[in-house]
């Protein structure tokens, strides 16, 4: 029964990786760009939920309705100016423009709210838990945030499968000159999704701050996480985002429970196995977001 | 030789270009280039490898920018204008290499092409109707069709977007005869909505075949222009080649 636990936890914790890696996997398939400050931008939306969210008479727990909004409309900014300018260039800029914005992000928050550890209060929530047996323990905000993933992942997997926006999305993924010859602004559809997956990476984010302790410079070993499970799953296949965020969960909390040290280690390990067996991922056939 | 410059505009005329220079970094593709297609006409571009053919559609549908020179759709200047906002004013160019959307399947390819579609004669049930084949395989992924098939779907996809003007580029490419002849079948019904026509052809004959008018092109600049009728083969090979062929080989050929 304590592998059982050990498993459901690693589920768990899984649906939080996939969550924050999905946003990574959709710019990567459809804009190319593999943003290398995907983690620090969530740590910035744990930062607004903390500080932001108080001065908008929003509570923490409810801080996500104000700041997924705020985070997808900075993220078309952010798209449609710095970004597209680094991939009009090429992709090489693109790794340094976004590697600069991590560092320059990571230092402006230590530099307003120093290298203290912060978390998202959510009242009492966060220690209720749901008791399946006498090992078993599922807590409700880790559940929460499992279904939150799920959801996001296959309301986006539905958007881009069966609506004319998601359809024109995945047709600028494959050729973005031929989709302006269609009449697709293409810098545009780069923008929405360049927005949607900044929302999701606040949800992330704000999850994130909920479960655990955060600092300024806690997204780069997130960003580890994320590329994982997406190389694992295989590039822009968002189930496979999500089988691989739960494979590292459940690696990790299998090498936690053989000794504690291991945790880390053991989703790396994962990560090296995939990587080595099938370089794709489990679920990867080219760079292209159909299923 | 044509005289460059530019040229009277009349009513019927969809797209003029005029003393059009465009350049690939440093290397001058088009120089000087004028032409223009009207309502329901064919323009045949001919020319050897590299002699700027596929750069002169491109150009046109938005893809590079000109160093000089204008382009004119139905009497506005586009010569600045994005390539997706040409295509919806009615500019569509099948490009060479088909350019499919691979991860599409046929119906989806076509959908995104018919997005921004003006209102006109090509729908995508038109399209299953020029082209019987596709409404069974509508759902397959595209990667699986052969050449020429892929190659209709180009065609449709351009079509549905009820375009004024077609740009095709190399549509005979890596065909069998019989199939580039199946892809030309359609080019009647095409024009006989007014469709303006501007097709680049490395195989001569065939694109004179449909063409109402050809224009050569020879290292970027226009060599030939008119109607093929009025041009014997010889002068059209010396306007492909730039030079007398049958003199050249009897010059080198020992004899």
Known sequence: MTWVNVVTQGVLIGGFYALFAC??????????????????????????AVFLAPKLHVSQLWSFLVIVPLFALVGYLVQRTLFQ????????????????????????????YSANGQSVSIGALIAKSWQVNSVIYVSYVSLVVLAVAVAVLAVLQLFLSKTGSGRLIRAVSDDHEAAQLCGANYKHVFGIAAAIAFATVALAGIAYGMTTEFMPTSGGINLLYAFEAVVIG????????????VGIGVAQEIGAHINPAYQILAGNLLFLAVLAVRPRGLFGKRTSLNE | MDETGAQPRTDSDLVTVNALNVYHGQLCAIADVSLRVGEG????????????????????????????GSIYFRGENISRLAAHRRARRGISLVPEGRRLFRSLTLEENLKVGAHRAAPGPFSVARIYELFPWMAERRHHKVLQFSGGEQQA?????ALVANPRVLLLDEVSLGLAPIVVEK???????????????????????????????VHCLLEGRTSLEGAPAQFSAHEIERAYFGSDLRQATSETEPS
């Open chain 1, 23 to 48: 946003g990574l996997s959709l710019m990567f398939g459809v804009m190319k760009v593999i943003n290398l400050a995907h983690g620090d931008m969530a740590v910035v939306a744990a930062y607004a």
């Open chain 1, 85 to 112: 300018r680094a991939i009009d260039r090429d992709p090489f800029t693109t790794l340094l423009v976004t590697f600069g914005l991590s560092v320059v992000i990571e230092n402006l928050l230590l530099e307003i």
């Open chain 1, 234 to 245: 295989g590039l822009g296949s968002l189930w496979g985002t999500l089988a691989g965020g």
């Open chain 2, 41 to 68: 006409e064919v323009l045949a571009i001919i020319g050897a490898n590299g002699a700027g053919k596929s750069t002169l559609l491109r150009t046109i549908a938005g893809l590079h920018q000109s160093r000089s």
């Open chain 2, 153 to 157: 779907v180009a065609i449709g996809r």
């Open chain 2, 183 to 213: 892809i030309y079948e359609v080019i009647p019904e095409i024009v006989a909505h007014g469709v303006g026509v501007m097709l680049v052809e490395q195989d001569v004959a065939q694109g004179l075949r449909v063409a109402t008018r």
